[in-house]
């Protein structure tokens, strides 16, 4: 946390009929650090000053135990009814609304490729290009900034 970043370096396992286990990420790619911003961190601290660790060093746990996708969907459901959400809402979403944030923001493919753990920039793109600003107007933008005030003397002249 005093470096404010997480490295996701292992997933948990739950395999039908065996307890949960700690295992690497689906690929090497989804091994990363991420840049974690003050709001998670502060929401972290409060975490861990009201929920210390579980025995094996989990941080999020119910009941002692580590969360599988089973118990996280019974949690998660009613605070998607509660949000107003859709109904069918998944957890995954959270992952989308990250990377729409990122892209938003300025990030570049390359970064938000990085911080989702994809194995490639197309991977990325085949995803999410549809949020990245428009090239049409990023061109009209880029030239009417360097030959922007020519252009608008030239049209108010002609207007006389």
Do not use: C
Not at 19 to 37: D, F, Y
């Amino acid at each position: 946390m005093l470096r404010r970043e997480v490295t996701v370096d292992q997933q948990l396992i739950t395999l039908a009929g065996h307890p949960p286990r700690l295992g690497p990420p689906k690929t090497q790619a989804s091994v990363r650090t991420i840049p974690l911003p003050h709001v998670v961190v502060d929401a972290l601290a409060a975490h861990l000053a009201a929920y210390p660790n579980a025995s094996d060093g989990l941080v999020f746990t119910i009941e002692d135990q580590p969360i599988s996708r089973q118990m996280f969907g019974h949690r998660w459901r009613p605070v998607v009814k509660a949000a107003g959400m859709p109904a069918g809402t998944g957890f995954h979403a959270l992952r989308h609304y990250y990377a729409s944030l990122l892209i938003r923001h300025g990030e570049s493919v390359k970064t938000v490729q990085a911080r989702l753990g994809h194995a490639s920039a197309v991977e990325t793109l085949d995803t999410y290009s549809h949020l990245w600003p428009d090239s049409d107007d990023r061109t009209r933008e880029a030239i009417d900034t360097v030959l922007g005030a020519p252009a608008d003397s030239l049209r108010t002249e002609a207007g006389r």
